[in-house]
């Protein structure tokens, strides 16, 4: 794998596959003294072999398998030449989504999915369900994937790195929830079309049967409507996400379960997006599913887990 990092996915890879009996090479450009926490993470691993300050070209060109990690560019010297000589290029959040076997719900956008993804998983927690948070808000979720099951909720953030380097084809989120897209990344991405691509993929990916929530009036996301592949549910003030997530969810004083518009095409108007969290924990507490009382839904929005 190229690229140990700092922020567990790289451990977390590595462990994961050297535990399926993958002979694992971990190569980073940073010293071994630079990477101390991610060592001792993999400490009585069986790691086949480090090689730390430095890339050799042999690993790459002998390679079957290369996870990359986020932070390396696509345009890598090193990546090329994996790819050339065969190898299929993968990454730590590729492992999770084509092993988990629960529900994943994916957040992305360029502010506030942190805070968005720790509030989703606290609603659903409030709503009695077995939640696990990850991704880039700085948890492998591949150190639990095994104890994952099928009725239980995983709820990833994505960065745009992580979506870019999902193979086409990858099994995406069943939930895709977009917060917002402003420029950001351009020292990474070619350029801003690539950085929009990236996290389109997340929802233009997906099966006709999964849905994709985010407002077309914020600004930056107006023409991305049409590239939705299932149901395709306008956020108000990110009061859907809490509705949708939970089932049976309704909102207080509504007559119907989904009170939402659903289309393929964004309205005419929509009312502006809240984009603050003290907001959206306003709206989202409105939303009381059955056996659960409004209060203690409340208190998961407006106290959720710490975001580091």
Not at 123 to 130: I, K, P, Q, T, Y
Not at 240 to 246: G, H, I, N, R, W
């Amino acid at each position: 794998m190229i690229g140990l990092g700092h922020f567990g996915g790289g451990a977390a890879a590595a462990r994961w596959l050297a535990r399926q009996g993958a002979q694992v090479t971990v190569t980073d450009l940073a010293t071994a003294d630079r990477l101390g926490d991610s060592l001792a993470a993999l400490e009585g691993e069986p790691i086949h072999q480090y090689v730390l300050g430095r890339h050799r070209e042999e690993d790459f060109r002998n390679a079957e398998l290369v996870v990359v990690n986020p932070a390396v560019q696509p345009t890598s010297p090193w990546i090329q030449i994996a790819r050339q000589a065969g190898a299929r290029l993968t990454s730590e959040m590729q492992l999770f989504l084509e092993t988990c076997r629960g529900r994943v719900v994916g957040v992305t956008g360029s502010n506030g999915k942190s805070t968005t993804a720790a509030m989703i998983a606290a609603v659903l927690r409030s709503a009695g369900r077995r939640v696990f948070l990850g991704g880039n808000i700085g948890h492998s979720l591949l150190d639990d994937v095994r104890a994952i099951e099928p009725g239980d909720h995983a709820v990833v953030e994505l960065s745009s790195f992580q979506l870019f380097w999902l193979e086409c084809g990858t099994r995406m989120p069943e939930t895709a929830v977009i917060t917002n897209f402003t420029p950001n990344h351009l020292d990474w991405h070619s350029d801003l079309a690539e950085y929009a691509r990236a996290k389109q993929r997340l929802f233009a990916g997906q099966k006709t049967s999964d849905m994709a929530i985010f407002d077309p009036s914020s600004p930056g996301l107006s023409d991305w409507a049409p590239l939705v592949r299932g149901r395709f549910v306008v956020s108000q003030a990110s009061r859907e996400v809490a509705a949708v997530l939970v089932p049976g969810g309704v909102a207080k004083g509504a007559t119907h379960k989904l009170p939402v518009h659903e289309s393929k095409k964004p309205p005419s108007t929509a009312p502006p997006c809240s984009r603050r969290p003290a907001q959206a924990s306003n709206v989202l507490a409105a939303f009381v599913p059955p056996f659960h009382r409004r209060d203690s839904i409340a208190a998961a929005i407006a106290n959720p887990p710490p975001v580091l």
